[in-house]
Structure formats: structure tokens, C-alpha cells
């Protein structure tokens, strides 16, 4: 395994990390992994890249508030809920639509053009996830799938091709609305946790940009 085949291994994990804790609550044993010394190593490690520096250790200090909570699994899951569940009004809804499309309704154009993404690859919707395709869950999921077939390209044109899909992804399908969205759970989420995730998500992806720009 290459360099950038194992880097994109990397990334690929990091999406699908940021997918998971987008698409439900955290259950009290994946909470209690968090305090564990693999995935504080983990994110130790991922605070160490100065561009991320600031948003990961925002997270680890939501983290570190959260075990100092009575009920710390409810009082997250009711984070969740007040965050992502709501109506427009009172949470920061995390589909795409509600951003990019002036109807302000769910499934509108960016969750058609998800479905062509998911189409044109070949990358099946987890059926227990029934949520519209551009929830940002299944965009984050997608795009992880997205690298792990960019490894297998067994030419380089093939390779470079699914690069270039990549930054086109991130630029069309992410980046068109996840930092309004990010903004929007800096002022509805009142304990933190989420907005910095939804932070880190940002700032990640502007920085896989420049990565995949050749900045």
C-alpha cells in the first residue's frame, strides 16, 4: 500500500466517523468509547494537523463536558433531537434541500441529484437508514465509499479521474450548504457538542479540498 492509498484509507474513515455521529443518537456504549484511550489517541493525532487544531479540540472539550453530565446519554440524545430533529424553525435540519433549493422542502433538486451520485457509482443507501439522499449522513457515507473505489482504480487515469469526482463531490454536494448548516447548530445547539462536530466537518472539508486541488 502507496502513500496516497493509505491516506485516502484515512479520509475515507474520517467521513464515515462524521457520518455516524450524524445519522443517530450515540448509544451508551459508543459514548463510553469515546472516553477510551483508542479514540482519544485518535483524535489527539488528528489535532496535530494545525488546520484542524482549533475544531478537534473544540470536540474534545464537548467531549470532556459531556462525561461531567447526570444521564450524560439522555441529555446528548435530547442534544441530538433539539439539533437535527425539530422543524426549520428550531433545529439545524441536515438535508441538503433545506439549503440549496428555494421550495424549503424536503427532497427537492440536491436530493435527486444525491440519488444520481449514489446511481452513477453504484453505491447502494443503507436500507436501515431511511432518510432522503441528501441527508448529510448519507453524503458523508457516499463520499467515504467514493474514496475506498478511488483505491481500486487500477489505472491512473481511472485514479486521477475519481480524484477530480471527489473535489467535484465535496464542492457541489458539501460545501454548497454544510457551513450555513454548521452556523445554524452554533445557534441552536445550546450544549455544543453537535456544533463541533458540525465544525470539524467544515473545516475538514475545506482542508481535503486544498488536498485534492493539489493546494
Not at 470532556?64 to 435540519?93: I, P, T
Request: with cysteine; glycine share 4%; hydrophobic share 40%.
Amino acid at each position: 500500500m502507496n502513500e496516497l492509498t493509505a491516506f485516502n484509507e484515512q479520509r475515507a474513515e474520517i467521513y464515515w466517523w462524521l457520518s455516524s455521529l450524524l445519522s443517530a443518537e450515540l448509544t451508551t456504549e459508543q459514548l463510553e468509547q469515546y472516553g477510551s484511550f483508542e479514540v482519544r489517541t485518535f483524535l489527539s493525532n488528528l489535532a496535530e494537523t494545525p488546520e484542524l487544531s482549533d475544531s478537534v479540540n473544540a470536540l474534545i472539550e464537548k467531549l470532556n463536558a459531556v462525561q461531567g453530565r447526570e444521564d450524560a446519554q439522555l441529555e446528548l440524545s435530547a442534544d441530538f433531537c433539539d439539533a437535527f430533529l425539530g422543524s426549520d424553525k428550531s433545529s439545524a435540519l441536515p438535508y441538503a434541500s433545506m439549503y440549496l433549493d428555494k421550495s424549503g422542502l424536503l427532497n427537492a433538486k440536491p436530493a435527486q441529484d444525491m440519488r444520481e451520485w449514489l446511481t452513477k457509482y453504484n453505491i447502494a443507501q443503507k436500507a436501515e437508514f431511511n432518510e432522503p439522499a441528501d441527508h448529510i449522513a448519507i453524503e458523508l457515507d457516499f463520499l467515504g465509499n467514493l474514496i475506498v473505489m478511488t483505491n481500486q482504480q487500477t489505472s491512473e487515469d481511472e485514479f486521477e479521474a475519481y480524484m477530480n469526482a471527489q473535489l467535484t463531490f465535496i464542492n457541489e454536494q458539501l460545501l454548497s450548504w454544510t457551513p450555513r448548516f454548521n452556523e445554524i447548530c452554533i445557534e441552536r445547539d445550546k450544549f455544543g457538542f453537535y456544533a463541533a462536530v458540525t465544525g470539524l466537518l467544515v473545516t475538514f472539508l475545506k482542508l481535503d479540498v486544498k488536498f485534492l486541488a493539489g493546494e
